[in-house]
């Protein structure tokens, strides 16, 4: 693809520097993404989906004039660092708008930073339920669907298409964790199979045995390990040291390269998961095209919902027509949110995955515009949920991730 700006490193990500820009005058949103911490294996691969979309939208002729920058700083996947990298953005950077967190926990944090500074904040990959009922005053959104889909798609898959009757789950004691375990045991006891053990997990410590051990002491047929890949790694390596010989189910946070192809790998042949993903369009299949020539071939989930989420900022910017310039940020804040689903939701124009220059020269005139993105419709409800997208189920062999189908959902 052609380039029409320098890109920087890695290290320049994690010092928080400027991706995306260009010589002259430019319009900044911020990034926050899991560079370090449980989530970094997600984190580039993610980040690499939005920095795709600011590609496409500066070679379609950037916004109002000028061209888009991305502000990228790492969340370390903590609560505190995400918090303070928020603030930076936000008193610092002075961006209007920003992408993510990943984790449901460190974006409930960041929300702390973003509704107090009318700063939109659309996170591609925070699925805990609890978000939906965030008092946000229509400052949080999300291009993910939530959990309250993937834990049913996934206790369906445990229970009636792989026909266990005992489980248990290890989950990350945060809101992520939490939730879609609650609503995994209820869809699987629903369908008639029994959940033995409900044993949470603390990010970070250098051992699980003694989570392990409450987890497998029923001698569950499946372990529903909801973790993040780091921490994962180390359950499924002792989990084997401590001779458990069932089987695994893994949600989102479980999948790609990381988990797949990591120090268990050997153990997990055959194992299931679930994920957010594209509904099948040409919009998806393009992206994964363009994101494959462009940063190599990626597993991990979310990366197209971080594409969608800069593409409906941006709408939402070129909506906003030339005074946007003359604003001040909580200003600049309230416009993006107040176009939102102008951009986003029907009616309007329908366009999709890199149709830039079409999309931002309907939105320049005062158009309504209907985008249709890589992950799905993005129609936003009132919470600012996706009201419609895709689950998806894929299991592992030889190490790597293979894509089985994707459910459509709808709230």
Do not use: H
Request: proline share 5%; glycine share 12%; hydrophobic share 45%.
């Amino acid at each position: 693809m052609k380039k029409i700006f320098i890109r920087l490193t890695v290290l320049l990500l994690l010092l928080g520097l400027a991706t995306g820009g260009g010589v002259g005058a430019t319009i900044k949103i911020g990034g926050l993404y899991s560079l370090t911490g449980a989530l970094a294996p997600f984190g580039p691969p993610i980040a690499n989906g939005a920095k795709l979309a600011v590609d496409q939208i500066n070679e379609a002729g950037g916004l109002l004039g000028e061209l888009l920058e991305i502000v990228v700083r790492d969340t370390g996947t903590a609560p505190a660092v995400g918090r303070d990298a928020a603030a930076k953005l936000v008193e610092i950077d002075r961006v209007p708008a920003l992408v993510g967190a990943l984790s449901s926990g460190v974006t409930f944090a960041v929300s702390s930073i973003t509704i107090a500074n009318q700063v939109v904040q659309i996170s591609p990959a925070s699925t805990s339920p609890a978000i939906t009922d965030l008092d946000d005053n229509d400052f949080v959104y999300r291009t993910c669907v939530s959990d309250a889909f993937q834990g049913v798609v996934n206790a369906r898959q445990a229970a009636e298409l792989l026909g266990f009757k005992r489980a248990s789950v290890i989950y990350t004691n945060n809101a992520y964790g939490k939730g879609l375990a609650e609503v995994f045991k209820k869809a699987f006891e629903e369908r008639g199979g029994k959940v033995l053990a409900m044993v949470p997990y603390e990010e970070g410590k250098p051992s699980y045995r003694g989570e392990i051990e409450a987890a497998i002491k029923g001698n569950p047929e499946v372990l529903q390990v909801i973790a993040y890949p780091v921490d994962g790694n180390k359950m499924l390596v002792q989990a084997v040291e401590l001779g458990y010989e069932g089987k695994y189910i893994f949600p989102d946070g479980m999948k790609g390269e990381a988990v797949a192809a990591g120090p268990a790998s050997q153990y997990l042949e055959g194992s299931f998961g679930t994920a957010p993903g594209p509904l099948e369009s040409k919009g998806a299949e393009q992206f994964e095209a363009d994101y494959i020539a462009e940063y190599g071939k990626s597993t991990v989930p979310f990366r197209g919902e971080s594409y969608d989420a800069v593409a409906l900022i941006a709408l939402a910017i070129q909506k906003t027509g030339p005074d946007f310039l003359k604003m001040s940020r909580a200003e600049q804040g309230r416009a993006i949110r107040d176009n939102l689903r102008a951009v986003a939701n029907p009616p309007g124009v329908e366009v999709t995955y890199n149709e830039f220059v079409k999309a931002l020269g309907l939105a320049k005139a005062g158009a309504d515009v209907n985008y249709q993105g890589v992950a799905g419709p993005c129609t936003i409800n009132e919470n600012g949920d996706m009201s419609e997208g895709g689950i998806e189920v894929w299991f592992i062999t030889a190490g790597k991730v293979i894509s089985v189908r994707t459910y459509p959902v709808k709230m």
